[in-house]
T-cell receptor, first 112, second 110 residues
Framework: DAGITQSPRHKVTETGTPVTLRCHQTENHRYMYWYRQDPGHGLRLIHY???????DKGEVSDGYSVSRSKTEDFLLTLESATSSQTSVYFC???????????FGEGSRLTVL | GQSLEQPSEVTAVEGAIVQINCTYQ??????LSWYQQHDGGAPTFLSYNALDGLEETGRFSSFLSRSDSYGYLLLQELQMKDSASYFCAALKAAGNKLTFGGGTRVLVKP
């Protein structure tokens, strides 16, 4: 358990509105990640961070931005939500390069 | 690009053995992980193979062949609680990034 808390856990919003999902860790793990999970696509990496203010794009980063101003918080922002961004979003962290990620409980986002 | 292929669904009875294969095409490949996810839950880590060979952890074992770009997860003495989705994931050295396969849904019947 790497003490990850995601908020909000559920959100319904309308197309065109901004949305921010928050990921908070109680451990000082170096790496943090945002994934989205959709039926038939498994987990796809949106953005990740390898340190404070150090972030990089994943395979499905269009329409998303992230920020990591503190070790413990990793924010995912949808500047203008679209229906295609309806998904379950998982935050994860890792402290070592061993292929072991610790996942939060997920945030279910519905964009109408 | 990167891709991982695994079967979409497997059905077996309690007490049986199931093998979930995973083939990958990944540049900068570092190792292969396996995760379990129950419906409505978060993925949880099962195993990681960086070297060729078999890693055993209780009823679950994982195998990797780097020369064949292939790995598998072996579930033994299946129990009802093993009904879940299982994902293989390739680790890239740069950035400690994991790319996931589409998942294999395992259904265990009495």
């Amino acid at each position: 358990d790497a003490g990850i808390t995601q908020s909000p856990r559920h959100k319904v919003t309308e197309t065109g509105t901004p949305v921010t999902l928050r990921c908070h860790q109680t451990e000082n793990h170096r790496y943090m990640y945002w994934y989205r999970q959709d039926p038939g696509h498994g987990l796809r990496l949106i953005h990740y961070s390898y340190g404070v203010k150090d972030t990089d794009k994943g395979e499905v980063s269009d329409g998303y931005s992230v920020s990591r101003s503190k070790t413990e918080d990793f924010l995912l922002t949808l500047e203008s939500a679209t229906s295609s961004q309806t998904s379950v979003y998982f935050c994860a962290n890792a402290d070592r390069e061993t292929g072991e990620l610790f996942f939060g409980e997920g945030s279910r986002l519905t964009v109408l | 690009g990167q891709s991982l292929e695994q079967p979409s669904e497997v059905t077996a009875v309690e007490g049986a053995i199931v093998q979930i294969n995973c083939t990958y095409q990944t540049s900068g490949f570092y190792g292969l992980s396996w995760y379990q996810q129950h419906d409505g839950g978060a993925p949880t880590f099962l195993s990681y193979n960086a070297l060729d060979g078999l890693e055993e952890t209780g009823r679950f074992s994982s195998f990797l062949s780097r020369s064949d770009s292939y790995g598998y997860l072996l579930l033994q003495e299946l129990q009802m609680k093993d009904s879940a989705s299982y994902f293989c994931a390739a680790l890239k050295a740069a950035g400690n990034k994991l790319t996931f396969g589409g998942g294999t849904r395992v259904l265990v019947k009495p």
